[in-house]
């Protein structure tokens, strides 16, 4: 084999590592590409009623969020009389702490992919039982439903998985890392 040829070969075999190296970095940063999902999307209805001239439905994904983490909320508004879906509604939350003090007021816009539901993320620092109102303005009228919703204390395990997946990380990253430099240095492979 000639020295052009072997040349040739490390370096295709170099560039095939960094492939690799890339490859597992890639695929071990896939748990925090997620999209966003929309509260509907495995979420729980936490009130259904009737206010005004609007059926009023308001589910939140997670049902029972974590103190401080929130949760979002998606409140489907259609006409009471045939169910169509009310687009252009104006719509707002209003949040109460678990001791009664108002906690304030957020807009929930309307989701432009779906007519009729409007979204807000609800952070709620506390945890405890909490009181939400949606109030729905609209051409037609006014309307509004209200529930509770429970904030559990904040878990410190996740905090904990997410130091051991980045320890993880670090020993396969730092493994291929020393793997490929060997690779290289036993090749001849010039840095």
Request: with cysteine; proline share 6%.
């Amino acid at each position: 084999m000639t020295a052009a040829g072997a040349k040739s070969r490390r370096v295709f075999a170099a560039r095939r590592m960094t492939g690799v190296a890339l490859a597992c970095v890639a695929l071990a940063l896939l748990p925090w590409a997620g999209g966003t999902a929309r509260a509907q999307d495995g979420a729980t209805e936490l009130t259904r009623g009737q206010s005004g001239p609007y059926e009023i439905a308001v589910v939140a994904n997670p049902p029972a969020p974590y103190a401080g983490l929130g949760s979002r909320f998606s409140v489907h508004v259609t006409r009471a009389g045939d169910g169509a879906a009310v687009r252009d509604a104006e719509v707002h939350l209003q949040a109460t702490w678990p001791d009664g003090r108002d906690a304030g007021r957020i807009a929930a816009p309307q989701d432009p992919q779906q007519p009729g539901w409007y979204e807000a993320l609800l952070r709620l620092r506390q945890a405890g039982v909490w009181q939400y109102t949606v109030v729905v303005e609209g051409a037609a009228g006014a309307g509004d439903v209200s529930g509770p919703i429970t904030v559990l204390e904040a878990s410190t395990s996740g905090w904990s998985g997410t130091v051991l997946w980045l320890a993880a990380l670090g020993v396969i990253v730092g493994g291929i890392v020393v793997f490929w430099w060997r690779f290289l240095r036993q090749r001849g492979v010039p840095r």
